[in-house]
């Protein structure tokens, strides 16, 4: 039966895969915007991927609404059966001050369920990413992380883009715990999300792609990525929604992981034409350059680790066959290419 969904954060990288597939089910979307001007910009990326090149005007509106103000909220939520909260800040570079990510993130988040109790909306699938589940430490014989792993934003390095979603979820898990046990809420965690997107307005994920392919650095540092493909992550939202038994639990969308040299290999492999490095840096270059490069600092915490991330609960429960991290990798890297932007 179609129903009417708020999809926050709708010019989202991730947001509009999920509007793309919410609509072709048949589905109503409400996407909520910062400025009404970008409707017009939602509009047209998503139209060319409706099935039958089906008219949008009648399934798909919107609502401008800011994570940090109380305005609108009420009245976005009318007439909607279900909420998508998908958005939140993924910067590049990490801010100042961690409160700058963590209190639009976790105050946003609780403003979106709140607004949602108010209104009698039962179910929520919440966007939350897998910053929640690996910081932290495995215990002995464990070799990748699930679902039952939370992040201890307390860990040293602990950036402030993985405290604020970790801090996110666990506010969200406590709201419906504590204040409203009648709402139905499923965390879909996604690892790095690559692939291709619908427009230009692809968010930060795809600027490690854009960096290999630049041929910017005379060698990669020795990160390692577990990767999902963006259109698995929108597959994931609505084979959760179709699925009433997903909700209480969070699920991790994944497919494995890769070193940042593999994927450069991967993206050599493709465009023979380009000086794309697949050399490995020696860790202490890496740190001595991050006192320089704000994007290389960002991640200095996982220099070295090779996490992985269980996606068995994920095709358990949604029955998701995943696309390959390196097809993920090979379709991010071919769209950045054709639309000229490397």
Aim: aromatic share 6%.
């Amino acid at each position: 039966m179609p129903q009417t969904m708020l999809v926050t954060g709708a010019t989202g990288f991730i947001a509009k895969h999920i509007a793309v597939k919410l609509l072709n089910a048949g589905h109503f979307v409400r996407g909520s915007l910062r400025s009404m001007d970008r409707a017009t910009e939602v509009i047209e990326v998503l139209q060319p991927h409706m099935a039958g090149r089906r008219d949008l005007t009648e399934r798909l509106d919107f609502a401008v609404l800011d994570l940090a103000r109380d305005a609108g909220w009420v009245e976005a939520m009318d007439g909607v059966d279900v909420l998508m909260h998908t958005a939140s800040p993924f910067p590049m570079t990490q801010p100042k001050d961690d409160n700058d990510l963590i209190r639009p993130a976790v105050d946003g988040t609780l403003r979106a369920l709140r607004a949602a109790q108010g209104a009698g909306i039962k179910r929520v699938i919440l966007t939350s990413s897998s910053a929640a589940i690996i910081g932290t430490d495995l215990s002995d014989g464990r070799d990748r992380y699930d679902e039952g792993d939370w992040t201890n934003p307390d860990r040293p390095g602990t950036t402030a883009y993985t405290k604020s979603k970790t801090l996110a979820e666990r506010a969200a898990w406590e709201f419906v715990t504590h204040e409203a046990p009648d709402m139905q809420l499923t965390a879909i965690n996604p690892v790095f999300v690559l692939g291709p997107p619908l427009d230009k307005h692809y968010g930060t994920s795809l600027q490690v792609i854009e960096r290999c392919l630049r041929g910017k650095d005379p060698m990669l540092p020795q990160f390692a990525f577990p990767i999902v493909d963006v259109r698995d992550v929108a597959e994931a939202h609505l084979r959760a929604l179709e699925r009433p038994e997903t909700a209480g639990h969070r699920i991790i969308v994944a497919d494995k992981t890769l070193w940042f040299h593999e994927m450069a290999e991967v993206l050599k492999a493709d465009h023979p034409d380009r000086k794309i490095t697949t050399r490995k840096a020696p860790n202490a270059l890496v740190q001595v350059l991050g006192l320089f490069d704000p994007a290389i600092r960002s991640i200095l915490p996982t220099l070295g680790r090779f996490d992985q991330a269980s996606n068995a609960r994920a095709r358990d429960m949604l029955g998701l066959d995943f696309i390959s991290a390196e097809d993920a990798v090979r379709a991010a890297g071919a769209w950045l290419v054709e639309d000229g932007r490397v």
